[in-house]
């Protein structure tokens, strides 16, 4: 499944984004989906994941309560809803996906190191 990501931009701390993922290739609804953020000079971590229903959602605890994660399988797309944004949400965000079938257990446990499918990254900037 290849993965599109866009929606990223400059915001003042307290703003809003949204981030849209796309996808082709594949049957959307067979994948889990996640984004995930790298800071300059981090390593990349997990921000949110769902279930390919769309019926579970899980979020790293920095962004909890902040973000949300949601998908239209008819339209193939994964969005993440950012808001009350801080200066350490800065990054790039990328969306990625397991192998096909896998439930969103799977990225829970392992994070990174399952994920098969990487978008390519969209650049989020929080200004102070």
């Known amino acids: 499944v290849q993965l599109q990501a866009c929606g990223g931009g400059l915001v003042q701390a307290g703003g809003s984004l949204r981030l849209s993922c796309a996808a082709s290739?594949?049957?959307?609804?067979?994948?889990?989906m996640s984004w995930f953020r790298q800071a300059p000079g981090k390593e990349r971590e997990f921000v949110a994941a769902?279930?390919?229903?769309?019926?579970?959602?899980y979020y790293a605890d920095s962004v909890k309560g902040r973000f949300t994660i949601s998908r239209d399988n008819a339209k193939n797309t994964v969005y993440l809803q950012m808001n009350s944004l801080k200066p350490e949400d800065t990054a790039v965000y990328y969306c990625?996906?397991?192998?096909?079938?896998?439930?969103?257990?799977?990225?829970?446990?392992?994070?990174?190191?399952?994920?098969?499918?990487w978008g390519k990254g969209t650049l989020v900037t929080v200004s102070s």
């Open positions: 769902i279930s390919r229903s769309g019926g579970s959602t």
């Open positions: 290739g594949r049957t959307f609804s067979d994948y889990a």
């Open positions: 990625a996906a397991p192998a096909a079938g896998e439930p969103i257990g799977t990225i829970i446990r392992w994070g990174v190191v399952v994920m098969r499918y």
